[in-house]
């Protein structure tokens, strides 16, 4: 198998303070990975660094020949305007952007893909409500609908199921699992660490700095987390350059 | 009755005969096309107020026009165009590439440009009672065949433009994150639709006066708000609120011998309170009545 992501001593963070740091490794095509850790581990900033919507403050990404733009990702606050008058149908077929572009029409066949989509995250009959009108879960099945018309051969989800209960975890879980058997390579941010041992078989635990990478059983043992834990100290204002070679 | 007839006839055929009104008619319908759809995304975008602020940015520069050329419509307006332009573009530049907001960013510009203004035109002995007339537009505002060219060049320029980046626009209001996820499109249609701002500031600027021209911009979109829940609906409902305040206040001007810019937004206005009223989305009378909730 080749690899989908090749990290080389990747540095991610904020006014030059590492939020991820010294990160190498290789993420398979059609890899599942749970990527886990506590608050502040750099999960989200690892995200945004493959999607790349921070630059890199060290290092290289390969993306297996994609663009970053290629990469569809769902980010763990989306900055949607909930008042904006846009109906749910539009707001889903944003995910045929990479089709249409600025000016394609969306044909017979796009729409019925729209269709699909909304029938697999359970939202038929939902097209002409306002976004606004969605409740938090039913937001996050739409987000699913958009990812799916993406189409997108690797998919960052940013802890996906937070605040969601637990039928519609099920439901878009079992979107993971269909992503996963049609070979494509997801990446998902998650606390929960019975899901991800029920239905990930690869984790990275990451506290800044990757403590554990591999099978999800050899990764989530009681001494990694606990040094997981121990890890995660705050920026210090008064550090010096990483002495690190790059 | 033949004779009753006959008298709205003749009434009506003034408004064929009176070339002034004729063409403030013309003007304010032609605004209504393409400054009320740049005011509903300036709505939806919660930057009404930098509209009305960028009212005022492009006001050195007309007044530079002013001072090179007397009141010739083609260098106030390019005058205007260039300030509101170059204001719009770096407040946007400064906004998209640090961390300071693009409201914060234009406050800045914007007083910067008003000082700027302030000392060109005392400079150059602008006597107070031609700053008056040019700050607040003359009695009546008089729409020539000039002006009626450039609101008409600069209506075709901003639909037009508008079309083009509408997708990305519509995207990068309600979820910018998104679109820049799968497209480089947001910056470019954020400052496009700011230069169309400006292109709509200054035609506003020319038929109803500078203060006041910025109106037909903001308050239709913000009647629409009250009739809809639909963007593309909320467009259309817009236009309408617009043409038709437009046509009043023309019509009440010229009937009151008011400046034209007044007629239009009271009209506006009057729309507006109608909506808060009657408007089926959010409308008081809505609230008033207490109707039983439903099953489902």
């Known amino acids: ?246 | 009755m033949h004779e009753h007839v006959h008298a709205h006839v003749h009434e009506l055929s003034e408004l064929w005969t009176d070339a002034a009104l004729r063409q403030s008619l013309a003007a304010v319908l032609i605004l209504a096309l393409s400054a009320a759809p740049v005011g509903v995304f300036l709505m939806l975008r919660r930057m009404s107020l930098v509209g009305d602020a960028m009212s005022h940015a492009i006001l050195p520069g007309a007044a530079v026009g002013y001072l090179v050329s007397g009141l010739n419509v083609f260098a106030m307006t390019l005058g205007g165009l260039v300030a509101g332009l170059v204001i719009a573009v770096l407040a946007g530049l400064v906004a998209r590439a640090t961390e300071v907001k693009e409201d914060a960013s234009l406050a800045v510009f914007l007083l910067a440009s008003l000082a700027l203004g302030v000392v060109i035109v005392t400079t150059h002995g602008m006597d107070a009672e031609e700053l008056m007339h040019f700050l607040f537009g003359e009695t009546a505002a008089s729409i020539d065949h000039n002006k009626l060219i450039i609101i008409a060049v600069n209506a075709t320029v901003s639909i037009v433009a508008l079309a083009l980046i509408y997708r990305p626009l519509v995207l990068d209001c309600v979820d910018p994150n998104f679109l820049r996820s799968v497209s480089c499109a947001g910056a470019a249609a954020h400052l496009t639709f700011l230069v169309l701002l400006v292109i709509n500031l200054v035609s506003g600027f020319h038929a109803l006066g500078t203060l006041l021209g910025v109106g037909i911009m903001i308050i239709p979109a913000v009647i629409a708000r009250f009739w809809t829940r639909d963007i593309t609906v909320m467009i259309v409902i817009a236009v309408v609120a617009a043409a038709l305040s437009g046509i009043a206040g023309v019509l009440l001007s010229h009937a009151a011998g008011v400046p034209a810019g007044a007629g239009v937004i009271l009209a506006a206005a009057v729309f507006y309170a109608i909506s808060i009223v009657a408007g089926p989305v959010g409308g008081l009378i809505w609230r008033a009545v207490p109707r039983r909730h439903l099953e489902a």
């Open chain 1, 1 to 246: 198998m080749s690899a989908q992501l090749q990290f080389r001593d990747v540095t991610l963070g904020y006014d030059r303070h590492p939020a991820v740091h010294h990160l190498s490794g290789a993420i398979e095509a059609g890899a599942l990975l749970a990527v886990v850790g506590p608050n502040g581990a750099g999960k989200s900033t690892l995200f945004k660094g493959i999607a790349g919507a921070i630059p890199l403050l060290g290092g290289s990404i390969e993306r297996g020949g994609l663009a970053a733009r290629d990469i569809a990702y769902l980010p763990q606050i989306a900055e949607i305007d909930r008042s904006f008058p846009i109906s749910v149908y539009d707001m889903v077929a944003m995910g045929l952007w990479q089709r249409t572009g600025l000016f394609g029409g969306i044909g017979a066949a796009d729409r019925q893909r729209i269709r699909d989509a909304m029938s697999a995250v359970g939202l038929t009959g939902f097209e002409q409500r306002a976004i606004g009108t969605l409740s938090g879960g039913q937001m996050q099945r739409m987000l699913f609908a958009r990812l799916l018309l993406q189409d997108a051969r690797t998919i960052l989800l940013d802890e996906p199921f937070n605040a969601i209960d637990a039928r519609t975890a099920g439901d878009l879980l079992a979107l993971v699992q269909r992503w996963h058997g049609e070979k494509r390579t997801v990446l998902a941010a998650l606390h929960d660490m019975e899901v991800v041992r029920a239905h990930f078989p690869q984790a990275l635990l990451l506290a800044r700095e990757p403590v554990a990478w591999g099978a999800t059983g050899e990764v989530l043992t009681p001494q990694n987390l606990l040094k997981a834990r121990q890890m995660c100290e705050a920026f210090d204002d008064a550090a010096h350059a990483c002495a690190v070679a790059d």
